[in-house]
DNA sequence: GTGGTCTAGACCACG
DNA sequence: GTGGTCTAGACCACC
């Protein structure tokens, strides 16, 4: 795998969303052993150190649990794993609806505006298919 | 006027939206001279190098313009100002629904998602007022 | 026996406090045959050479014996065994002094507050009782 | 100021503790500058990093703050720091008497070793100081 | 000057 | 082989 990372936002969060994504598409369930450190950072091309961030951060939140020596590996907590997709979605969301609220748009306008620009994003799409 | 930034974004970048949205909403209008970067400093109480900042990016991107001797201007051109806005709901419109895409959400269910959560939040609203 | 180990100690030395406690209390006494590695190993489901570091451990200690070919035996000396409580009983002792020496606490306050405690402690457990 | 770490805790970990003392002492105050993590770094002889892994420890237990570009400071919220100290004490006190108990001490015993203990410590001081 | 992040590489304890 | 910690040194954004 060949990534490019967004310079501005720290290396380790964002392998922390990939990961999370890996989780809530079901690449990757509850109970799996998931990489080593030495492992994931040979196959992103960054340094173990990083990794090590990103893990200690996913341990924090609860989402993958180390066993001495043997590796690190998905909670078996299924609540926390179904809670991800929520949290991650309730972020998106809110930043969003704040946003739009700080720049003087209402509630009407906000959902007008995402409905047609989902629509429009739906013609594009079928003018891809064609 | 005393504000308490949000120590995780920067502060140049706090203030250039705050002066985004006094343009947008009509407080400041094109051609309006802007505080100098000592008034403002004191005004938000905040070090004059980071103003000095904010006006740099703000001019990067055509919204205020330097006199020298003078000061600095809203930009007159209208065209840019008409634009604030526009660019800064589209910002957040494709952050989200890229982010929301991300998630494996489809277009349905993001509309969905974004009308559900205005209703509740409409109501949450209304609870306040009564 | 099935006993999930805290992910902060190291296992080896989980295991040699649960031994020392069947000392203790009697359960195991001088001169008696300790299990062996693999015996024990499979009770634990642990890795074998993490028991093989626990007996080294008590070996160090004193506290078991190895025969070669005939296997490990708790020491017949009966002084040690003697001394593994109050040893490990001074050892939590100090530790504690000396922690809340630290945090500024003077004699008299310290006997207090082990007082107060138990006390607490006495109710809550009586409370679970009725 | 010169330390010698104890090998076996992380020193971050110790320098965490050492950071607390001097808050629970009012050798530091609520709203107090820390020492920047270079100074700190120089000062104990550690490597930068290090120091940077206590401070991101202690930001997230809420007892310092970061004010980019000017330092971080003592939090000013009184009641964290009013909890500290009771919160270290806990802790040794539950270590102490839980391992007591595994000991197959009753509560009875405990307050008299403790009783015992600190007598005997007292006596001895005051042989000191004769 | 301050903190935040990253790379590089090392050592250790653990299983 | 696995993770945990530490050192060394660098670059960057921010104030």
């Known amino acids: 795998m060949s990534i490019e990372f967004d310079t501005n936002i720290p290396i380790y969060i964002q392998i922390m969303t990939i990961i999370k994504k890996r989780i809530i598409t079901g690449e990757m369930v509850a109970g799996d052993k998931v990489p080593s450190v030495r492992e994931l950072a040979t196959e992103l091309k960054t340094n173990p150190n990083t990794i090590q961030r990103t893990f200690q951060e996913l ?72």
């Not at 924090?60 to 020596?69: D, L």
């Not at 794993?81 to 969301?93: F, H, P, Q």
């Not at 969003?96 to 720049?103: T, Y």
């Open 59 to 130: 341990e924090r939140e609860g989402i993958v649990e180390t066993k001495r020596g043997l590796g690190r590996y998905v909670t078996s907590e299924e609540a926390i794993i179904m809670n991800i997709k929520k949290e991650m979605a309730n972020d998106l969301l809110n930043t969003f609806i704040e946003g739009m609220r700080g720049l003087g748009f209402n509630n009407n306008e906000i959902v007008d505006i995402v409905d047609n620009t989902i629509k429009e994003k739906v013609e594009e799409q079928q003018e891809d298919v064609r």
